[in-house]
């Protein structure tokens, strides 16, 4: 990677992984938030006395319907997390990098019910224009990828911190209000340190983006410097795709490049099988996740500082994603390298380096798996 605009990268990188963190997939930390509502007696009118068989009323209130009520919301949220995932990269393909971003931050909402949906689109959004940070750092592509889907996961830990802080004192209504009015950061990144349209891949030499970058030699004189930046990303895209870079060159002579369209990728028997697979284990982590607290709850038989306990722990292993995520990226890097490495040894093209400009944000996704890329 030249050294031309590393502090700029660094800078992309460290403030889109805190933002991934601190706000991409914040719904995972629901059984953490459930336990905040419910000491505040959120639905607590559905609570009903629970009556005896000689029609005495116990100690205890039979608070399924609120339960009901609180897993109507988590599932709406999910529902939203994931449907919303395929128009989110279509709306990222379409209309580029500040136009999704710019849908995503007004997403930060004080009403609460209202802005569980709304947080859910938004951190999808995040994660999806974060993802192709990673395209600035070439070989260490997945990695970043990786280490992004990670924070997405640990970003649940937020709940935990608005826990942790409500039981210290502070309210309910103090950290929602914090967490909105941190959509200026969602803003200036926007516009100071990420690009108007696509990064490219493989990126191209002198590439520049964002409000800090220097305007290129290659830029035409009578734009302005966002034009430029948007422009030129747009022709290097362009040129990629109709002239493949020379690594794949070496292929048979009267051997054409076969072109694969996106509709081709989507219904293919590996792809189908994927989603499948993938939507198995959504359906199994949401369906734990929004349960949590009323089996917490029934295990340790009301005991309010032990469903609190075993919530914290819940939530700090949570936090880990970050840590562990990486690996598979890190792996994938190695071994990219490794068969490249060979490659170049027995003179065959590595087909699936540089092909296009691997935008596919469509299939981009969370939830610590790697990128679909068309």
């Known amino acids: 990677m030249p050294g031309q605009g590393l502090p700029l990268r660094v800078a992309t990188l460290l403030t889109g992984l805190l933002e991934c963190l601190g706000f991409a997939g914040v719904l995972f ?40 009520r609180f897993s109507l ?24 990098t500040t136009v999704a971003r710019l849908i995503a931050i007004p997403d930060s909402a004080l009403l609460l019910f209202l802005a569980m949906p709304m947080l859910t689109v938004g951190g999808i959004l995040f994660l999806i224009t974060n993802l192709q940070v990673g395209n600035l750092f070439g070989k260490h592509r997945s ?14 830990a937020v709940f935990l911190v608005i826990k942790l802080l409500y039981e210290q004192g502070v309210s309910l209504r103090a950290s929602f209000i914090f967490l909105s009015v941190c959509s200026a950061w969602h803003v200036g990144r926007t ?20 409000g800090f970058c220097v305007r290129s030699l290659h830029s035409r004189t009578d734009t302005t410097e966002g034009e430029k930046n948007t422009a030129e990303s747009d022709k290097v895209e362009m040129q990629t795709k109709e002239f493949p870079p020379a690594k794949e060159e070496t292929l048979e002579p009267g051997r054409k490049q ?45 005991d309010r500082a032990l469903v609190s306990t075993y919530t914290n722990a819940f939530a700090i292993t949570q936090f880990f994603g970050v840590l562990c995520a990486p690996w598979n990226g890190l792996l994938m890097d190695r071994l990219k390298q490794k068969y490249q490495k060979e490659a170049k040894n027995t003179g065959e093209a590595w087909a699936a380096e540089g092909r296009g400009t691997r935008r596919g944000g469509i299939f981009m996704h969370g939830q610590s798996h790697l990128l679909f890329c068309s």
């Open 191 to 210: 516009f100071l340190l990420m690009p108007r349209g696509h990064i490219p891949y493989p990126l191209p030499p002198n590439y520049s983006y964002g």
């Open 143 to 156: 990695t970043i990828i990786t280490l992004y889907n990670g924070a997405f996961d640990s970003s649940s």
């Open 29 to 68: 930390g629901w059984a953490s938030l459930v336990f905040v509502f419910k000491t505040e007696h959120y639905f607590e009118e559905l609570c009903e006395p629970d009556v005896g068989p000689m029609g005495n009323v116990t100690g205890e209130a039979d608070c399924k319907a609120q339960d009901e």
């Open 258 to 302: 076969e072109h694969r369209s996106f509709w081709r990728y989507a219904l293919s028997q590996r792809f189908a099988c994927h989603l499948v697979w993938l939507s198995v284990i959504q359906l199994w982590h949401y369906l734990f996740i929004g349960t949590l607290n009323s089996l917490l709850t029934n295990l340790a038989g009301g």
């Open 73 to 96: 919301i988590f599932t709406l949220g999910s529902f939203m997390n994931n449907f919303m995932t395929f128009p989110a990269g279509f709306i990222f393909d379409r209309f580029k």
